[in-house]
């Protein structure tokens, strides 16, 4: 096994072009670690990037709502066809701007802005949680003897203990104790976080079909109780720093940390139950449903033949299609501010992660707990910088090759 360093660094930043195949490359020139993700080349990643894309608008218009709207916009265009075929003419479409696309980009701008803040409170609480617990585990204070007061059991070093210093040491399995109440503190943000949300018009209107707003919010309340009391055993945790020497000052500062994570919680909570406005969705839902049948005469217009004044199939047939289609993208906006309207949402692929974000949670306290026995000073050696001979070789071929 070799070490890969600055040299090999070095080398890769003179490549005038990226290493790889006809499909596929490598960004070597950006360090050994962005050199490990094969990337598809501009030409298969323009190809790759139109299938994505209209997959993605093919489920934003694979929904009920599409049948509806779509039943009611080619049924628009017959009604007025059947019963007034003299009311033809081409309507402006400053309605559809006002009603319907003002409101809906509102919609998903807020709804954005309220993702990007509530994942910048998950980053906090997840910053804060690391803090509180390096905290717990590193920080000492002067003992009777030495500087490593935290380690004091009140026994005699003479007698083969490490001293004494107050009538209440502290647990050898403090820091355990915190690290396994952080994961769980994890656990229950995470399974607040995914229950379902509330403020749908359903809950308001529908109470006597559906028990679905007060399960939600017992549900919701239930695990803000859970998190509250574990927020509130990290307090505990800090006196029992203190009643084995920890200074007043130093405890203080554990427990702003633990303050930090109670608001950093607190701001997820009402991320979680408040929503955008209801009503605004509620009449853009309404309006994608009935505008087809107001823009019937303009539809109709589109069907009649210019030069004979009368009426043509094909233009008949362009004009249902011409108004399933835009009525099925007002549906596709529509289920884009609806899908991140809750940024919490599980299994949508424009909120946020929220197994994820935690599971990173548990992965960094487990990482940093593991780390805590080094020596800070050690040089640590980037798992990416170490490879086996055989690919050191590889690396120097495309090299050559490139």
């Known amino acids: 096994r070799k070490y890969l360093g600055a040299d090999t660094r070095n080398l890769s930043a003179g490549r005038s072009r990226e290493p790889g195949t006809l499909c596929f490359k490598r960004f070597a020139s950006r360090g050994a670690l962005a050199s490990s993700v094969w990337v598809p080349r501009n030409w298969l990643a323009m190809l790759l990037d139109q299938l994505a894309s209209a997959a993605v608008v093919l489920e934003l218009m694979l929904v009920p709502d599409t049948v509806i709207v779509n039943i009611t916009a080619v049924a628009s265009v017959l009604f007025y066809r059947t019963y007034v075929p003299d009311l033809h ?3 402006t479409w400053t309605a559809i701007s006002f009603a319907l696309l003002f409101p809906l980009q509102t919609s998903i701008r807020e709804a954005y802005k309220r993702r990007e803040q509530a994942l910048m409170a998950i980053s906090d609480f997840r910053a804060t949680l690391y803090n509180v ?14 500087w490593w007061g935290k380690a004091e059991d009140n026994v005699p070093r003479e007698q083969g203990g490490k001293g004494s210093f107050k009538d209440t040491p502290l647990s050898p399995e403090h820091s355990d104790r915190v690290h396994k109440l952080l994961l769980r503190i994890v656990d229950a943000l995470e399974e607040l976080l995914l229950v379902p949300r509330r403020g749908r018009s359903r809950q ?26 574990l927020l509130s055993r990290l307090q505990r945790a800090t006196e029992d720093l203190k009643a084995a020497g920890m200074p007043s000052n130093e405890a203080s500062r554990i427990n702003q940390y633990n303050a930090f994570l109670t608001r950093d919680f607190e701001k997820l ?26 823009f019937g005469p303009y539809y109709l217009h589109i069907s009649i033949d210019p030069k004979t004044g ?16 835009m009525s099925t993208i007002l549906v596709a906006l529509f289920n884009v501010a609806t899908s991140i309207e809750n940024p919490f949402r599980p299994n949508s692929r424009d909120t946020i992660r929220v197994k994820n974000e935690l599971e990173l949670c548990r992965e960094g306290l487990s990482a940093v707990a593991e780390d805590c026995e080094e020596s800070w000073h050690e040089r640590m050696v980037f798992e990416w910088e170490i490879v086996n001979d055989s690919d050191h070789s590889t690396e120097s071929d495309d090299g050559e090759s490139a």
Request: proline content about 5%; glycine content about 4%.
């Open 204 to 229: 308001e209107f529908c109470k006597c079909i559906s028990p679905e707003k007060e399960l939600v919010e017992e549900a919701e309340f239930t695990g803000r109780c859970v998190m509250l009391k």
């Open 89 to 91: 003419m081409n309507l």
């Open 310 to 325: 009368g009426e043509n199939l094909r233009r008949l047939a362009f004009a249902c299609v011409f108004s399933c289609v």
């Open 269 to 294: 909570w009402s991320f979680k139950t408040y929503r955008t406005p209801t009503s605004l969705r509620s009449v853009s839902r309404v309006c994608i449903q009935v505008m087809p049948f107001f």
């Open 133 to 146: 617990f390096l905290a717990n585990h590193i920080w000492d204070w002067p003992g009777a003897d030495t």
